[in-house]
């Protein structure tokens, strides 16, 4: 048996950890060392860093604003991620059972990913969401719906579920992939054996491609969980000026009050508190993570 070249292991793998380590072991540690911490600037030396104990902490879950932002992501999170889901595995089922032209659907439906997140967003504000000559108004329009034509989609009271809805949009053709490589793992003797045996198309998604998807469900879970607590951009869009109680997600919060982006008045940097909401979401991925895996377990076929 060939003994390990210990040498060319380092050689190999040497830039790789280093890179980790640098890129994201170093700001990750930092950022948990700093959430402890009384931070004005996040330039400012360690020097100047004031002891704070779980200070930053209590002060994140006494400001309305964050927990509203907390509440947001935890709506986009559930309402959100229930539709995606539910319209990635519908496409995903239906793209692997025979359709033809399957490559261009695949290609349509995949493409909003490849779009910038800003030309997409301000697609649907200007032209989809506008109440004179948008999509949605000429629409209801054509059947009749003029009262309804005329709804201002991005007024405070319908704001977030029209941001939910266009950010969703663009969100199903990424979990759509990861449904198909999933099923396309299964077995076709096990849909042959089930057609052989009477089973509908209801039965064999229930009794075959269901239970064989539970990895992949378990990491489209997660996905959706990451993408979520990263939401930024789209709140940034549908609020463009200042922080909105109906689109502020903590990444929002956390820009706001580490490099204070609104216009509308000065805002105290407090880059501690930021700090303490990354490590929150941080903790809030790592939930899930552990949540999912004992939730869905790890049973599928073997194939």
Request: net charge positive.
């Amino acid at each position: 048996m060939l003994k390990p070249n210990k040498p060319m292991i380092i050689v190999f793998l040497g830039p790789a950890v280093l890179c980790y380590a640098l890129v994201f072991l170093y700001p990750t540690l930092r950022t948990t060392v700093m959430s402890f911490f009384a931070v004005e600037s996040v330039s400012d030396s360690i020097s100047k860093w004031a002891f704070n104990g779980i200070g930053n902490y209590k002060k994140l879950f006494l400001m309305p604003f964050f927990l509203q932002s907390l509440k947001n992501i935890g709506r986009l999170w559930l309402a959100g991620g229930c539709g995606v889901m539910f319209m990635a595995m519908i496409f995903a089922v239906a793209l692997t059972g025979g359709l033809k032209g399957t490559k261009f659907f695949r290609s349509v439906i995949y493409l909003p990913n490849v779009v910038s997140a800003v030309a997409m967003g301000t697609m649907w504000i200007n032209y989809v969401y506008n109440s004179e000559y948008g999509f949605l108004h000429n629409v209801l329009s054509a059947v009749g719906l003029k009262a309804l034509s005329g709804t201002l989609w991005t007024s405070p009271g319908l704001l977030f579920w029209s941001m939910l809805a266009a950010y969703c949009f663009g969100m199903v053709g990424y979990h759509m992939l990861i449904f198909i490589s999933g099923i396309e793992q299964i077995p076709r003797d096990y849909y042959e054996a089930a057609l052989l045996e009477g089973a509908n198309v209801f039965q064999r998604f229930a009794h075959v491609t269901l239970p064989n998807m539970k990895g992949v469900i378990r990491t489209n879970v997660v996905m959706w969980t990451v993408f979520t607590v990263g939401f930024f951009v789209w709140g940034q869009l549908f609020s463009p000026v200042n922080l909105s109680n109906d689109t502020v997600a903590p990444m929002n919060y956390m820009y706001e009050i580490v490099f204070g982006s609104s216009s509308s008045a000065t805002t105290v940097r407090d880059t501690g508190s930021g700090a303490a909401i990354g490590v929150i979401l941080m903790l809030i991925v790592i939930a899930v993570f552990f949540a999912t895996n004992f939730i869905v377990r790890n049973d599928d076929a073997e194939v």
